[in-house]
């Protein structure tokens, strides 16, 4: 599959409590630019009492429903976001470090969701950690395939 057709046909759930706000507008700038479709599931203004959880349930659940979507959630620090969307069954979240522990997240971990620190995370670095995360396959080989399916198994317990 081609980038564009790779582009057209994933959705990208994204939401951020205030303290991610305006990292998540320049998020959307760019997925714009690259014409992808993403659905903006909030906050949709800056209110200083909003609180993260609302939004990482929003995200995860909906990409929790939908096995080739991918949702990115932002906080301040990264950490609550990505608690969030953990808890939901079939969401494999990782806190993002850097493009390449995103890559790596990626391909050994299939995972499903990013969650970024906006208060520590330069926009330059969240756009390169974005990137990968929605252009880097799941390698899918019998050792990963074995434990996202040992993750599977503990969810159902």
């Not at 609302?54 to 990115?72: L, M, Q, T, W």
């Not at 079939?90 to 990626?106: D, H, M, T």
Request: net charge negative; aromatic share 8%.
């Amino acid at each position: 599959m081609d980038q564009e057709t790779k582009y057209n046909t994933m959705t990208v759930f994204i939401g951020a409590d205030h303290r991610g706000f305006n990292l998540k507008e320049k998020l959307k700038s760019w997925l714009d630019e690259k014409g992808m479709s993403y659905e903006d599931l909030g906050a949709v203004s800056y209110d200083k009492a909003d609180d993260y959880p609302i939004y990482a349930e929003r995200v995860a659940r909906k990409v929790a429903g939908d096995n080739v979507s991918f949702g990115i959630v932002l906080c301040g620090s990264g950490a609550g976001v990505d608690i969030v969307a953990n808890k939901i069954d079939g969401v494999r979240s990782c806190l993002g470090i850097n493009p390449e522990q995103v890559k790596a997240a990626r391909q050994d971990d299939n995972v499903n969701v990013l969650s970024i620190a906006s208060d520590f995370v330069d926009e330059k670095t969240a756009l390169l950690m974005v990137n990968e995360f929605l252009n880097t396959a799941y390698l899918n080989s019998k050792s990963h395939e074995r434990r996202v399916n040992q993750v599977k198994d503990i969810e159902k317990q």
